[in-house]
């Protein structure tokens, strides 16, 4: 199920769109990569410096605002997935591989940096964990 864009979100397309810029054209005028710039933009990207994009966003386009707040895995389903990789002496590679995705992907959902459902639904169902990853009451 995808999620309707935060307003922010929509803004900045707007703007890019009247300024005729690319995602990639932004991501380069303001020292990011495309790929974090994209996942800022579209909601999937929430780390302490997420605030730091948003205003050099909002500053080369003149947007106002922040991005919806979007959870993330808890710093302890975090470990618990890293502890798991240690015991069974597997690496993100092996399990990006067996999951079929990508290891950047992969390590950015494992570091806390993106929330994806399906990776942290089959993480759990190979790794065998059983701590959810975001605990009730953090919305």
């Not at 929430?46 to 979007?70: A, C, D, F, H």
């Amino acid at each position: 199920m995808r999620k309707e864009p935060s307003q922010w979100s929509k803004d900045v397309r707007k703007a890019m769109i009247d300024e005729g810029m690319t995602i990639k054209q932004l991501a380069e005028s303001i020292g990011y990569s495309f790929a974090v710039v994209s996942s800022v933009i579209n909601g999937r990207y929430s780390n302490k410096t997420y605030r730091q994009i948003v205003e050099k966003i909002n500053e080369k386009l003149g947007t106002k605002g922040l991005p919806e707040r979007i959870n993330t895995p808890s710093r302890d389903w975090c470990n618990a997935v890293k502890s798991k990789l240690l015991y069974r002496d597997m690496s993100i590679n092996q399990l990006a591989e067996k999951m079929d995705v990508s290891r950047d992907r992969l390590s950015l959902v494992i570091n806390g940096k993106m929330m994806n459902e399906d990776i942290v639904d089959a993480i759990n169902r190979i790794l065998d964990i059983k701590l959810p990853a975001i605990p009730a009451g953090d919305d």
